[in-house]
């Protein structure tokens, strides 16, 4: 059927893979009434344009609770999906006064226009080149080392121990995350450990695969991030969980 929505990502070229974890792309947004947003632990520029013609920028903060979509006509949404390390060296801004929320960027921010919007490829390949003039020349390798851990181990790291393994302290760490990002490191790794555990449920695998304390606490954590049940999401119902429906370009 045409009006069901048409997902696609995009993994990004290795000289920018430390900043960009995708770029993504969604055909018929307007067919899903209410759609849900929950937390992934990326930050995204999401560019839109609307049947009239209307185009539209913005940048989203991370998210720490599940949100509804705004009723919106968006014919064609096309995003950057960003790694944290990219806020500090391809943003250059702190985005702690967007949790949960986002902002309007100008409607011509990084040189894109609304008929970038008519080929997913071409506008991947705009960004991308983008992205790669925007590169720093030095970076924090305590920076580096600290995310490419917290990934690696999907957020299942004490903080203590990744202090030890960056040579960076722990009141440093979280001092870090509070004014870049506007949470807590222990707040963000819930949300990955959260986000490995979709990839189970989409499997049907409705118990605990990751370190929860057992399945009541596995059930509390996935509804308070969510607000749904794992149940609940392994049946996405009326495909409303937009994470579920996503698949890699391979």
């Not at 995003?79 to 702690?96: Q, R, W």
Request: glycine share 4%; aromatic share 12%; net charge neutral.
């Amino acid at each position: 059927m045409n009006d069901i929505p048409q997902h696609k990502l995009v993994k990004p070229d290795p000289s920018i893979a430390d900043f960009v974890y995708c770029f993504s792309s969604i055909q018929n947004l307007s067919s899903i009434t209410e759609g849900v947003i929950i937390p992934n632990g990326k930050i995204d520029l999401s560019f839109y344009k609307t049947p009239d013609g209307q185009f539209h920028i913005s940048l989203l903060g991370l998210e720490t609770k599940p949100k509804i979509t705004p009723e919106q006509n968006i014919s064609t949404f096309f995003a950057i999906n960003f790694n944290p390390l990219a806020v500090e060296y391809i943003l250059h801004h702190s985005i702690a006064d967007i949790l949960n929320t986002g902002k309007a960027l100008p409607d011509n921010f990084w040189d894109f226009s609304i008929n970038d919007l008519n080929d997913f490829d071409s506008f991947c390949e705009k960004a991308t080149r983008k992205i790669q003039s925007l590169l720093p020349i030095e970076m924090d390798d305590r920076k580096r080392k600290l995310f490419e851990l917290i990934m690696a181990t999907n957020g299942e790291i004490s903080v203590k121990e990744l202090s030890e393994k960056v040579s960076w302290s722990a009141r440093q760490i979280n001092q870090y995350f509070n004014q870049q990002f506007g949470l807590s490191l222990k707040a963000y790794c819930s949300i990955l450990r959260f986000q490995a555990s979709l990839s189970h449920i989409k499997e049907g695998k409705l118990f605990p695969q990751l370190n929860y304390y057992d399945q009541s606490h596995f059930i509390k954590e996935i509804k308070k991030l969510s607000g749904a049940s794992p149940k609940e999401l392994f049946k996405n119902k009326d495909r409303r969980f937009l994470q579920f429906l996503m698949n890699d370009k391979k």
